[in-house]
């Protein structure tokens, strides 16, 4: 008989899932992350979207061997379950924020599905990213690995003498929300509240609010010789390196693999990031290598799957890459529960 696994994949504004059979992946439908109705919507909607990827694969939901969700973060632990704590989920964490569309506090992930499936794994995108590269992309084989994701957020995974680092609430390596400078008062606020977080100074949003652009057309503006656009991104280059020197520092990585949909501009990035990056301290940069993630585009599939998917697979995965040949997505509209 065989045997088959879940992926969910819950972002700020899509939430993916996916079922696999040691062949590959047989079936994925996504759906806007609802937010609205109560704390338990989320986690009903993963559930009604795992019985949908069933459906689509001629499987019925007793037959998932385990379920492995890769999410938006952080997290708190409520009666000792992992529960978002997220700001783009939770409506009440998202401060003075316009608009908000409901007043969470916490998302239950955890209690509400753990009785559901015979196993389930839950992990933030960047650590649950860090274990699929290193199983199948950019970081195959290595045990001082970091993961770092350059897009509308900045966040980080790692890997130190093989262990993968979470923590005590799981939230280990949010490297967005370190603090790049000692003058606070002066610095942009990032979206957690906090000031001069590395995420405020050099994530998407932070390019756009610099230049009055979005970030795809900074970088292309950039590259046609626009002096206000290099400027900036010269600039921001320099200071997400001295924020991966300073993950370093902590961690004495040998990989450091950037991910994110800032990095697709990775040809302009990494020659700043690197001249940069190697200024720093010798003795633990010498021997770092940057790279770009090797799964970027296939993270929503692979992050939670890799979560959950017996050893046993993965020699035929790294062989065969099924993620490449994943079946079209099902969209499924957003009233559907
Ligand atoms: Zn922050």
């Known amino acids: 008989m065989g045997q088959y696994y879940a992926a969910v994949d819950i972002g700020a504004t899509k939430t993916t899932a996916s079922v696999s059979s040691r062949d590959g992946i047989l079936a994925r439908v996504y759906q806007l992350t609802k937010k609205r109705g109560n704390e338990a919507t989320v986690p009903r909607q993963v559930d009604f979207l795992i019985a949908c990827a069933c459906q ?16 938006v973060g952080p997290f708190e632990k409520r009666d000792g379950r992992l529960a978002l704590a997220a700001p783009n989920v939770c409506g009440a964490l998202g401060g003075e924020c316009e608009g908000r569309e409901n007043d969470w506090t916490l998302v239950p992930l955890e209690e509400e599905l753990s009785g559901k499936y015979r196993r389930l794994r839950i992990a933030n995108d960047c650590i649950s990213a860090a274990v699929a ?6 970081g195959r084989g290595q045990d001082d690995l970091l993961y770092v994701t350059w897009s509308t957020g900045i966040g980080g995974g790692a890997f130190v003498d093989g262990h993968l680092l979470t923590g005590k609430n799981d939230n280990a390596l949010h490297l967005g929300h370190i603090v790049m400078s000692y003058r606070y008062a002066d610095e942009p606020r990032c979206g957690c509240g906090g000031r001069a977080h590395l995420e405020a100074l050099v994530a998407g949003p932070a390019i756009a609010r610099e230049y009055g652009e979005q970030p795809p057309e900074v970088f292309r503006r950039c590259r046609n010789g626009d002096k206000r656009a290099e400027a900036l991104i010269q600039r921001v280059a320099r200071v997400m390196a001295i924020g991966l020197y300073s993950a370093i520092a902590l961690l004495d990585s040998r990989l450091i693999i950037v991910g994110g949909s ?18 720093q301290f010798p003795a633990l940069t010498r021997e770092v290598v940057l790279t770009r993630s090797q799964l970027d585009q296939y993270l929503g599939d692979m992050a939670g799957l890799s979560l959950v998917m017996p050893d046993s ?9 099924p993620w490449e040949n994943a079946p079209e997505t099902t969209v499924l509209d957003p009233e559907v529960v």
Do not use: C, H, M
């Not at 800032?262 to 200024?279: A, H, Q, R």
């Open 56 to 71: 689509q694969a001629g499987i019925v939901k007793g037959q998932i061997a385990a379920v492995g969700i890769s999410t």
């Open 262 to 279: 800032v990095s697709k501009n990775w040809d302009l990035l990494e020659p700043l990031v690197v001249t940069e990056f190697y200024k």
């Open 313 to 321: 697979w993965i020699a035929d995965w790294q062989e065969t890459r």
């Open 133 to 138: 590269e290193r199983s199948f992309g950019a």
